[in-house]
């Protein structure tokens, strides 16, 4: 199983949201037979086993094994993924692009959309990815917020420089700095 299924086309997503698809999904963590599934969740094995059916043509689920129970073949299936991810560009960008500038809302969308995208074509089956998240929380007085952002820049300016050789591993680097809202449950 995947830690991430990055989806991509329309007819994924499509498949993906309905709600008790997203339930089946849940349940397929580990893998199972349709009809454990419809138990778990109150329902036939039939109605699970067509929703599992689209779910594998989309990619989403894994027939895993099969075994025999009193002379039928049942098949056990699992997710694909522990989450799905949607492209944003499934929607496709609504209205015109307009310039962007380093500290404009837009740019940081833009930004996150190209992140998201990197790491799930990222080979996870990799022995080692080196990678690093960092995240924390900031609190700067709207007096000091431009001089806040300019010592950011400078600092990532100097990594940029001391490291933007053309020998070694690529590594992108993305730092987003953005108001916090408020919390979410």
Do not use: N
């Not at 329902?43 to 689920?61: D, E, F, I, N, S």
């Not at 944003?88 to 190209?114: H, K, N, Q």
């Not at 990815?129 to 609190?139: A, F, Q």
């Not at 300019?150 to 070694?168: K, M, P």
Request: net charge negative; charged share 30%.
């Amino acid at each position: 199983m995947r830690d991430v299924l990055y989806l991509e086309q329309l007819e994924q997503a499509e498949v993906l949201l309905k709600p008790q698809r997203v339930e089946i999904l849940r349940q397929l963590a580990e893998p199972r037979t349709c009809t454990e599934v419809a138990a778990r969740l109150e329902q036939t094995p039939q109605r699970v086993y067509y929703h599992v059916k689209q779910l594998v043509a989309a990619g989403l689920v894994e027939q895993v094994d099969k075994r025999k129970v009193r002379g039928i073949t049942e098949g056990i299936y699992q997710a694909a993924a522990r989450s799905y991810w949607l492209s944003p560009r499934l929607v496709g960008r609504i209205g015109l692009r307009r310039a962007r500038d380093e500290l404009s809302l837009g740019y940081l969308l833009d930004l996150m959309e190209e992140v998201q995208a990197d790491v799930a074509a990222l080979d996870r089956s990799a022995p080692e990815l080196p990678s690093i998240g960092v995240s924390g929380e900031i609190r700067v007085p709207a007096e000091r917020r431009q001089e806040f952002l300019h010592d950011l820049q400078s600092a990532l300016q100097e990594l940029f420089t001391r490291y933007g050789g053309a020998e070694g591993d690529a590594f992108k680097l993305a730092v987003a700095c953005y108001p916090k809202g408020t919390d979410r449950d």
